[in-house]
């Protein structure tokens, strides 16, 4: 018998069509990657084989338990439970509020605003001990147990919420994008944890770029605006795909160079970290990190997962609450400048990072979202705009080729045209220090290439300063010259 089949399945996602009269079979033994462009319906699909979205027609099957990991933790009910808001990640460090890792896995979570810990009954554990070590080995989880989990880095948050839905012993595994954001260590780690469950009889349905096949894959589907276009061996896939051709380009002149320079150019250094230092409950996340950056430089910022790129922009962005108890100038000025508030400060960078896009409302208008950025808000905002503000928006989005979605919910974007609209939201205010933390998470090459292009024609010109983080070598923009390379809080 089957172990997934699909007759004739249409999906849709709210008022809207995704996927089209789907007809697919998963046999036993088989391990099956979903490719297809940003849009194709990719992640829609996954959502409705766990349940997530009703069939519009047609008949689905599913043989044994089914356990859905998406490619970040918005969907997760505990862990949006415990970190309600952006800056919660740095300053739940201080409040020592967060649940562990442990506690995460096994269950046992308190309310949050508990006062009286003894008026809470927690659940027994009903976990096997023998299980819970297995898994937590199996993922290198076992040293972070007794860790808050809002510490984590993104890799090990990733492999914490795998381990969650591995102690339920699924009989089918689902995985959206799960190398999305990790380093080379920790796609490794992921990677042979999979290929240990392949083995042991769980099937495993991943959707991932065609670059990130794992090894145990055995099948590939295909999807194409919400239809397979191929469901094929791998092998058969492989043999199938074309082979890459060298096309000669002219070089022309991006209508993005109209943005022109940012508004507020005066200035010699973006920044200056001085000895910058961040410690935990003794433990030194930042130690000692010197850097100078001059206005009008392109750097690229390095280190593995957990080696403090995040909590070094959150110093930078003022989004952390050790950020007081630092020396560093920014734009010239002692920590922004006598006097200056957060906002004042944050109305000089515009900032795209994984967290953000996390927390993003995303019933909020485009137009909305991008007007936000004036206010550094996260899509809710009461001013009213100004007719100069207005026309900025539409200018904005035109230039970022998203003014046609402008009447649309930013849920109803594929990821390349949140991304875009993200960026245009940091662009909006023209800032003179742009901040790109992992902005083409889970975009496809397709999309990649675009938002490098604008990027690299925003950001080229002399007057704007760029920050730019990937894992990735070839999603650094061009215009990148710098690199800064953390590695356990230290530069190396």
């Known amino acids: 018998m089957d172990i997934l089949s699909l007759t004739d399945v249409s999906v849709r996602k709210y008022d809207t069509p995704v996927l089209h009269d789907l007809r697919w079979q998963v046999r036993p033994g088989e391990q099956w990657a979903v490719v297809g462009s940003n849009g194709s319906g990719k992640t829609t699909l996954l959502e409705a084989l766990a349940g997530r979205w009703a069939t519009?027609?047609?008949t689905m099957h599913r043989q044994g338990a089914v356990e859905f990991v998406a490619n970040d933790y918005s969907f997760n009910r505990i862990v949006r439970a415990a970190a309600q808001y952006y800056q919660q990640r740095f300053q739940a460090y201080e409040a020592e509020v967060a649940p562990t890792v442990r506690e995460v896995l096994t269950g046992r979570l308190k309310p949050i605003g508990t006062v009286n810990e003894q008026s809470v009954k927690l659940p027994e554990v009903t976990i096997d001990t023998e299980r819970f070590e297995q898994v937590s080995q199996l993922l290198h989880l076992t040293p972070l147990l007794d860790h808050p989990f809002i510490t984590l880095s993104n890799g090990e948050t990733r492999r914490m919420l795998l381990a969650r839905s591995l102690l339920k012993r699924p009989n089918i595994l689902l995985l959206d994008h799960p190398f999305v954001g990790l380093d080379v260590h920790s796609r490794q780690v992921l990677r042979e944890a999979l290929a240990s469950l392949a083995t042991e009889g769980v099937c495993i349905v991943l959707a991932t770029p065609p670059s990130e096949l794992p090894d145990y894959i055995t099948h590939v589907l295909e999807l194409d605006n919400g239809?397979?276009?191929?469901?094929?061996?791998?092998?058969?896939?492989?043999?199938?795909?074309?082979?890459?051709?060298?096309?000669?380009?002219?070089?022309?002149?991006?209508?993005?160079?109209?943005?022109?320079p940012p508004g507020f150019t005066d200035f010699s250094y973006a920044f200056r970290l001085r000895n910058i230092r961040v410690v935990y409950?003794?433990?030194?996340?930042?130690?000692?990190?010197?850097?100078?950056?001059?206005?009008?430089?392109?750097?690229?910022l390095s280190g593995p997962n957990g080696s403090g790129k995040s909590t070094l922009l959150s110093i930078l962005t003022?989004?952390?609450?050790?950020?007081?108890?630092?020396?560093?100038?920014?734009?010239?000025?002692?920590?922004?400048?006598?006097?200056?508030?957060?906002?004042?400060?944050?109305?000089?960078i515009g900032h795209v990072s994984p967290e953000l896009h996390l927390y993003f409302p995303t019933d909020t208008l485009v137009s909305k979202t991008i007007a936000s950025g004036f206010f550094d808000a996260t899509g809710v905002y009461f001013r009213q705009l100004t007719p100069e503000q207005?026309?900025?928006?539409?200018?904005?989005?035109?230039?970022?080729?998203?003014?046609?979605?402008?009447?649309r919910t930013f849920s109803k974007l594929s990821k390349g045209e949140q991304r875009l609209t993200l960026l245009?939201?940091?662009?909006?205010?023209?800032?003179?220090?742009l901040i790109l933390d992992e902005p083409c998470q889970g975009l496809d090459i397709a999309a990649?290439?675009?938002?490098?292009?604008?990027?690299?024609?925003?950001?080229?010109?002399?007057?704007?300063?760029?920050?730019?983080?990937?894992?990735y070598p070839h999603e650094i923009p061009g215009c990148v010259t710098h690199t800064l390379r953390l590695q356990q809080g230290k530069v190396v």
């Open 318 to 348: 003022a989004d952390h609450p050790q950020r007081f108890a630092n020396d560093y100038d920014l734009f010239d000025q002692k920590r922004g400048g006598q006097g200056k508030s957060i906002w004042d400060i944050k109305q000089q």
């Open 424 to 433: 245009a939201r940091a662009l909006v205010k023209n800032p003179p220090l």
């Open 390 to 407: 207005t026309q900025q928006v539409h200018r904005t989005a035109q230039l970022l080729g998203v003014e046609d979605l402008l009447d």
């Open 56 to 58: 519009a027609r047609g």
């Open 448 to 471: 990649i290439e675009k938002f490098k292009e604008v990027v690299d024609a925003v950001a080229g010109g002399a007057e704007r300063t760029l920050i730019y983080v990937s894992h």
């Open 227 to 260: 239809r397979i276009s191929r469901a094929l061996s791998l092998s058969d896939w492989l043999t199938s795909q074309p082979a890459p051709t060298a096309t000669a380009t002219t070089p022309t002149r991006s209508p993005l160079a109209a943005f022109g």
């Open 281 to 300: 409950n003794g433990q030194a996340v930042l130690d000692g990190v010197n850097w100078d950056v001059r206005k009008g430089e392109k750097w690229a």
